[in-house]
């Protein structure tokens, strides 16, 4: 047996031992490839589920894990992400459908007509008309939210039966607001002709149960390119002619005009600048006296409030009061006046330069009547000031009055049962009924200054105001004739027989320091 050389034996062990470790190693890396595919294999439905759940997230309810799944649990995870997304896209597509489309009158929402509107591409200008019914709060209080929704969705009805076989959108787009968008309108005269058409629409009663209600309407119109991307410019647009239209009392529509932006913007300041004032007591009180026709006699005043803007200057209330009425910014600013006239009035009295029966009267806003605690916070002034309740009148036009009926007979009656007395002012304005005038609580009419400005000229006035004074002297009530300006309206109304007088010709409203406190007797005309 030949023996091979030591040296030869161990290169033999050495190149064996060599392809034995590459042939390890290729097994190994053959076994891993083989295992990594098949893992990948086994995951590939999870790698689709994070994928379908990122779009998911992204918005993308109709993508679905179509991957085949070999194991049941990674299977079950696939279906369930399925099922979640396929719910999901149903209930999108049910909300998408409530956000377009109203669920009482089954028109176009504000969003629906948006949506409708921007994919519209007209060569030719177009009407965009928003209706908004009057007085439909009123409606929801007498007939309650029921026939309110009836009548809405009579209103529907016949907006939608005229816009049959037309192109044109009809939209509720607010509670009792109702949007037209109408193509073909090619010129201004077809434009106010469909917007006529349209509020004829409110021509015809409609019945509301047992009841034929008859209601009507005003418009805000925007006429020219009212589609595409300038929808929702057009429909801010419309809203401000509506406002204009139903601050209007004579126009039933109204086209938008720019110089409207720039009223709502400085309204927009206004109202800032207002919050302002109401935080740092900005306001200030005058005073109007009235007298006693028969003597002259100082016997009250009216307190009136004006803004003492560190910007403005000395605002009238005729440009701060209707921002103020709107934004409800009215109750924090008469309940400022009324504190602050109350404690003028008291120390007045103390230091014995208005008469102990002196009578304060302060101008009461509906809307501070309607609010909740304005009982409480009339009781918490009078209480502070320590003005006793038989000093203070209110006083509350007769036009809020008219529309706010329900007043009379709840707020009014709980102000008087204080010991406050109610004044009813600008009279002969509201064309309120003298039946409902006579059940209603109060103290003293003020007849409002048209009246009297003409009566030496008009007999026909003269005769309403000899009436009235004839119809408070039955009522045992107080009547006070406002705006005199010369001694002769001031004789007639004596001779008349009319108790008290406020106007230029006595004193114009001045600040407490500058309030006579003498007789007038020079400035009444000798008997």
Known sequence: MAALPDQLLLESLLSQQEISIYLVIAISV???????????????????????????????????INTPANLREIAILKDAFNNMSGKMQESFNRLRQQVRQDNLTQLYTREGLIEQAAGLRYRSPNTLAILGVNGFRDINDSLGQDGGDVLLCAIAQRLTDLADGSSMLIARVRGDEFAVLAPHTTNRTQS??????????FNRPVTIGNDDVLVDACAGVVFGYTYGDAIHESLQHAGLALSEAKRSDAAMYVYFEASMQARVQEQS??????????????????????????????????????????????????????????????????????????FDTVAQIEAGRWPAHFQ???????????????????????????????????????????SHEHLATSGLTKIRALGIKIAIDDFGTGYSSLAYLHQMAFDSLKIDRSFVHSMTENSTNQRIIEAVVAMTRGMDVHLVAEGIETKEEAARLREIGCHYAQGFLFARPLPLAEQPTERVTDKLPTR
């Open 269 to 342: 300041r206004l109202l800032l600048e207002l919050h302002h004032a109401v935080q740092h007591h900005e306001f200030v009180v005058f005073y109007q006296p009235f007298v006693r026709l028969s003597d002259g006699y100082f016997c009250g005043a009216e307190a009136l409030v004006r803004w003492e803007s560190p910007s403005r200057g000395m605002v009238s209330p005729a440009e701060f009061i209707p921002v103020a009425e709107q934004s409800g910014l009215i109750n924090q600013i008469g309940m400022q006046v009324l504190e602050q006239a109350a």
């Open 192 to 201: 106010e002709a469909l917007v006529s058409q349209l509020l004829s629409l």
């Open 30 to 64: 053959i076994g891993l490839v083989i295992v990594y595919l098949i893992i990948r294999q086994l995951t590939r439905p999870l790698r689709d589920t994070a994928e379908a759940a990122a779009k998911l997230a992204s918005g993308n309810l109709t993508y679905r």
């Open 360 to 402: 304060l009267h302060v101008n009461l806003s509906a809307r501070q009547l309607l609010s909740a605690d304005f009982i409480d916070k009339l009781e918490q002034v009078l209480t502070r000031t320590q003005l006793p309740p038989e000093n203070l009148t209110l006083e509350i036009t007769e036009s809020q009055l008219m």
